[in-house]
């Protein structure tokens, strides 16, 4: 069964707006990763946070975690039509079987129009 | 090479065949990673392997196996295809399997099982 459910599954914005997706989780992580998917390609680490953290920042992204409530939220500012791509969140497990494994949430698709 | 190839790039296989998709990174990373990719379920983890000469099963493992014979190669092979196994294929590394590291992804292969 999949840790992570994204929100919304899609996402249409213009040029320029502000995209947040979000992630929610079920069970204790010892981090929680964002990653982007172009079309057609492997996926690429965007950011890394921890449990003990509760935001970061990279460029025009923003990561929260509230650990209280189990979810994150990916913010990227400013968007733009090559921010066009799917993201999806993956847990790292804190315990038992899954520590050190990620588990993918669905990922939520972002159409960014010029 | 640069980062993780994966070959082929995509295939075409009739059921009951079987077939090893390769997987090679020059990172000099101790954990590999096989997860398959199915619209609308994300990534699933298959089988993964945190150092050479080990291996363990993901979520989903029936019909697939790996072996890591050295630190670059993390081969995967469907020993009798069945059509359910369509999807497409992706090869992950991290420098640490056990800390939930950061995974660098290679390019994917498509399979078609008739």
């Known amino acids: 069964s999949q840790q992570g459910e994204e929100d919304p599954q899609a996402l249409s914005i213009q040029e320029g707006e502000n995209a947040t997706m979000n992630c929610s989780y079920k069970t204790s992580i010892n981090n929680l990763q964002w990653y982007r998917q172009n079309s057609g390609r492997g996926l690429v680490h965007l950011i890394l946070i921890r449990s003990n953290e509760r935001e970061k920042h990279s460029g025009r992204l923003r990561v929260t975690l509230d650990t209280s409530k189990k979810s994150s939220s990916l913010l990227i500012t400013a968007s733009r039509a090559a921010d066009t791509a799917s993201y999806f969140c993956a847990t790292s497990g804190a315990g038992g079987t899954s520590y050190g494994k990620l588990t993918f949430g669905q990922g939520t698709i972002l159409t960014v129009h010029p | 090479i640069a980062g993780i190839t994966q070959a082929p790039t995509s295939q075409i296989l009739a059921a009951g065949r079987r077939m090893t998709l390769r997987c090679t990174q020059d990172m000099r990373h101790n954990a590999m990673y096989w997860y398959r990719q199915d619209l609308g379920l994300g990534l699933r983890l298959i089988h993964y392997?945190?150092?050479?000469?080990?291996?363990g099963k993901g979520e989903v493992p029936d019909g697939y196996s790996v072996s890591r014979a050295n630190t670059d190669d993390f081969p995967l092979t469907l020993a009798s295809a069945v059509p359910s196994q369509t999807s497409v294929y992706f090869c992950?590394?991290?420098?640490?399997?056990?800390?939930?590291?950061?995974?660098?992804f290679g390019p994917g292969t498509r399979l078609t099982v008739l």
């Open positions: 392997s945190n150092t050479a000469g080990t291996t």
């Open positions: 992950a590394s991290s420098g640490s399997g056990l800390a939930g590291s950061e995974q660098f």
